[in-house]
């Protein structure tokens, strides 16, 4: 049993019903009680979806258990397929069906419906909603895709013949998905490679049948289409995708990647694209952007894409990463490897806070609920992963893949810190009524209270690590006033530091001496 | 999947308490009792509600509760893994290490509600069980109930009447020879509980006191002596637990609008023996405010036609006031749960042939939506954008059970939550 206050992941059968939502022609069939059907409120309320969710709950209640819940099953399957008609059907249960074992999938096997019929098998108790969309996408093709050792392209003029790929991975619900295959698309058709099948998010069942008839798959969201994509290679002879297109040196990777497996020259694609990200990073303005200590964490793909983008393509330093996705922590740790930091693999937000409040980072690349951390800690956020929230679903055009996505991390990783001139000045002139030192960002609003985060911050972070080494010693009154001059978004890590130091010195008060000490010991 | 019966009762009745029921029997679009903590954490100011149940479980409270964040929120859920599933003495264990984790977390929690969801019904996890004898163990600092707020046995707003049920067993004994007390019952925004409070002041009734209290030592005491009001309609368990203790229940229709809120009042006043002309006078201010105040909104609504899907069992009050007060007309009345006793009162004042349901079975529901073309749609968060995407205009049900809707100074908020998405999309139109 874990104590849980706030979830990353859902269930299993939410990540189904990613899959089954993307889809067209799809029905699912979900043994479950009353209230799970909130989900549905998911897609129609955060995603904002105009259609219900192509998924019927069977309802049961407490006098059903001593009854005929498989009858109500039976039922459920029945009417769906008259009233929707679907073309293939996924039969499951969420936790509380698991548990009376019904098995939708014999029960629907017994009606012999004349469409394909998908069972799932998604362990409640152990899994979670990317599982549960990977295994879900996983059984549909299986279930659907035609093997076929060659792409069947007979009959096709060689000479005008183009590469064929799959787009692999965005789902209902994911995190801008539907800008990233558009992105993504036209990088492709602009490289000359045709597009055979975009799964599951826009795909029907005939679609996943000709999933074959492609040259290769590019896979945007490994959480998701890794499992298809292996099966695939192996059944169909596909070989896919491993670069994640975000960030303007994997854009350029992993146009290299295409050009390499399309029989392309990637020199053609490469040349006279590129970013704006690129340039906004090298201009002189952005300098200030130098070493800013940032806290990524997220699912795997995106935290180890946003890492590398902080540090190679802007500057920052990553201070730390982490991820929720158990599945994926060997890529997560191999990554922060390449940081010097350690891999904070938890799916429980109140660890993933202690570590921000402990590193006191300059900027948290999370999701939403690092945001909500970031925002009690009073530290600039910008949200660059799933689990969504409304906000996740912009009106406008906000891919995170691609050159186009490169020039939108730049604005919205940028945008919640405060600019460079604005930041010299604070360090150079404290306490004055408007402009002072724990302000929020002017551009943001500028008043915006810091102190209530700040007490925040050192209770979490005191908390957090053994404080027996600052017992033995204490704050002199001329180094707490001059501490108070340090701008905020370093004060606590000043704090921290000078009383590190003074404890390996063994100094018991310390004063501005010590402080101005310690922070020629540990630099910057 | 439908079972569908036409009752008919009593013919000789007013109102719709003779009206056919449609009972239906299908997929369910609504909350399970787990929702109710989502007001409830924030009533009990010192009350922790940890869930016993699936990561579904959790999913469902902070999806349903958007993503507010609170600092940190007084509720959580203990995820049941393969293991609890494995042993029940090993699920109990585990139980209590979470609690113990709980409790040293937040030393400011008095009482904590362990709360069945379906899976630790189903696996018949006895929380009565772990929460004696948690109790003994935390006592006297934290004192520790449970109830059940599972989808298999609760409908969205009975979770909170599964709550105050579990409550009840521990309400201190009144004095038997003390007068009457009157205990009003169930969640009202604070700031409605503390109008009421003036209004009863202003009558003479300085004693009124409340339930679920504000915090976990404010609990009222009762006895043959107390008489209680319900200011929801959904606390059928809550009403029998109450009259096991020998609590009797004021029969009134609710305080929704004018006509039920000073009805309302009303009952408790001739409890309370005030006469008619102190009532009257005690009243006539706020009523005054409300009457002008619903009458500007009336034009908005008079005649238009609303359709209700079940949610919260608050349709057939709302349905009465939007049609006696607003004149608006009434399609369909859905309710999760139709409790003849607790509602006889506001069946009386519904107008005659009102189409009333109960249960619900989505599909034909929608079609009979779809097919009537209202002009005004109550329903819960999964259909409201697709029913909009279909040209009709909707209002999230979920809004009027988080909303101060009560009394009177709330009667023309109450109003607009029903005036506004017409508005808005006649302003849209535009």
Not at chain 2, 345 to 351: D, G, I
């Amino acid at each position: 049993m874990q104590l849980t206050l706030w979830t990353y992941e859902g269930p299993p059968h939410v990540g189904a019903m990613r899959i089954a939502t993307a889809m067209e022609g799809i029905h699912y069939v979900l043994h479950a009680p009353q209230g799970d059907t909130y989900a549905d409120l998911l897609f129609t309320m955060i995603e904002r979806l105009q259609k219900r969710p192509p998924v019927t709950y069977t309802t049961f209640q407490a006098r059903d258990l001593g009854g005929d819940t498989a009858e109500l099953f039976k039922n459920a399957a029945r009417e769906s397929f008259a009233r929707f008609k679907p073309r293939a059907m996924l039969v499951g249960a969420s936790c509380t069906a698991e548990l009376i074992q019904d098995d939708p999938g014999g029960l629907a096997k017994a009606l012999d419906l004349p469409i394909p019929v998908v069972a799932l098998e998604l362990p409640a108790y152990q899994r979670k909603e990317n599982w549960g969309a990977s295994e879900t996408f996983y059984q549909l093709v299986r279930a659907l895709a035609k093997p076929n050792p060659q792409p069947d392209r007979t009959g096709e003029n060689t000479e005008t013949k183009k590469p064929r790929c799959n787009i692999l991975g965005p789902t209902a619900l994911g995190f801008r998905h539907r800008d990233d295959v558009q992105e993504i698309s036209t990088l492709l058709a602009s490289m000359g490679v045709e597009i055979n099948v975009v799964a599951p998010l826009g795909a029907a069942p005939e679609d996943i049948a000709q999933l074959s008839n492609a040259d290769f798959n590019v896979v945007l969201y490994p959480e998701i289409a890794n499992l298809t994509a292996q099966w695939l290679q192996r059944n169909c002879n596909q070989p896919f995708t491993k670069v994640v297109p975000i960030g303007v040196k994997a854009t350029r990777a992993f146009i290299q990647e295409i050009a390499t497996l399309a029989g392309l020259d990637a020199d053609g694609a490469l040349r006279g694209c590129d970013a704006r990200a690129s340039w906004y990073a090298r201009s002189v303005d952005s300098t200030y952007l130098t070493n800013k200590r940032v806290f990524v964490f997220g699912d795997a793909t995106h935290a180890v894409a946003a890492a590398r983008v902080a540090s190679e393509e802007l500057g920052f330093t990553v201070v730390g990463i982490g991820t929720y996705s158990r599945e994926f922590a060997r890529e997560v740790r191999e990554a922060a490897k390449a940081y010097g930091v350690d891999a904070l693999i938890t799916d429980d937000y109140l660890e993933v806070e202690a570590r921000v409040a402990e590193l006191q980072p300059e900027l948290v690349l999370g999701t939403q609920m690092e945001r909500h951390i970031a925002k009690r800690l009073g530290v600039p956020c910008a949200v660059i992963s799933a689990p969504v929230h409304v906000q996740d679903f912009p009106a406008r055009y906000s891919p995170q893949m691609g050159y186009e996505g490169a020039n939108v991390l730049f604005d919205t990783w940028v945008h919640p810190l405060m600019m460079g001139l604005e930041e010299h000045l604070l360090g150079m002139f404290k306490g004055d009524a408007e402009f002072h030192e724990d302000a929020a960002p002017s551009h943001l609003g500028g008043a915006a209270m810091k102190e209530a985060a700040q007490a925040t911050s050192e209770a979490i972070a005191q908390a957090a690590e053994t404080s027996a080494q600052t017992m033995a010693t204490h704050w002199g009154t001329d180094a707490e006033n001059e501490l108070k001059k340090i701008p905020f978004f370093v004060r606590g890590k000043a704090r921290r530091n000078t009383e590190r130091y003074a404890a390996e010195k063994g100094v018991a008060l310390i004063t501005v001496e010590t402080l101005y000490d310690a922070k020629a010991h540990f630099g910057r | 999947m439908s079972i569908l019966a036409l009752i008919r009762i009593n013919p000789e009745n007013q109102g719709c308490a003779n009206a056919p029921v449609l009972r239906e029997r299908g997929q369910h679009e609504v909350f399970c009792g787990l929702t109710g903590i989502i007001w409830l954490h924030r009533k009990i100011q010192d009350a922790f509600f940890l869930v016993v149940g699936s990561r579904t479980c959790a999913h469902l409270i902070q999806s349903a509760a958007g993503v507010m964040i609170f600092a940190e929120p007084r509720f959580g859920t203990a995820i049941i893994d393969e293991r609890d599933l494995a042993g029940l003495a090993d699920a109990n264990a585990e139980l209590d290490r979470v609690v113990q984790q709980l409790l040293a977390r937040r030393p400011e929690i008095k009482l904590l509600f362990l709360v069945g969801s379906c899976p630790s019904e189903v696996i018949k996890l006895d929380l009565a069980r772990a929460a004696a004898r948690l109790s003994t163990k935390f006592a006297p600092s934290v004192r520790i109930l449970n109830y059940s707020g599972s989808g298999i046995e609760t409908t969205f707003t009975q979770g909170e009447d599964a709550c105050l049920a579990s409550m009840v067993p521990v309400l201190p004994k009144s004095d038997a020879t003390a007068g009457t007390e009157i205990l009003v019952v169930g969640t009202l925004a604070d700031v409605v509980e503390d109008q009421f409070v003036r209004l009863f002041r202003q009558m003479g009734m300085d004693s009124v006191k409340f339930f679920p209290p504000r915090h976990a030592d404010g609990l009222a005491a009762i006895g043959p002596n107390t008489r209680f009001l319900l200011a929801q309609p959904f606390l059928a368990d809550t009403s029998k637990a109450l009259e096991n203790r020998g609590a009797r229940r004021v029969a009134a229709p609710y305080p929704l609008g004018i006509e039920g809120t000073t009805l309302w009042l009303q009952a408790a006043a001739q409890i309370a023996g005030v006469g008619h002309a102190r009532f009257e006078m005690a009243i006539a201010a706020a009523r005054q405010r409300a009457s002008a105040a619903v009458a500007r909104s009336r034009p908005q609504l008079e005649g238009k036609r609303i359709f209700f899907f079940p949610d919260s069992q608050l349709e057939i009050p709302l349905a009465r006031f939007l049609a006696r007060e607003l004149g608006m007309r009434l399609v369909e009345v859905g309710t999760p749960y139709l409790h003849r006793q607790n509602m006889a009162e506001e069946l009386a004042l519904l107008p005659q042939d009102t189409m009333l349901s109960e249960g619900q079975h989505v599909e034909n529901q929608l079609d009979r939506c779809l097919e009537a073309q209202p002009d005004l749609v109550v329903c819960g968060l999964g259909l409201a954008n697709p029913l909009e995407a279909h040209g009709l205009t909707t209002k999230w049900a979920i809004e009027l059970v988080f909303t101060p809707i009560q009394g009177f100074d709330q009667a023309a908020d109450l109003v607009e939550l029903f005036t506004r998405p017409l508005v808005r999309r006649l302003r849209l139109a535009a």
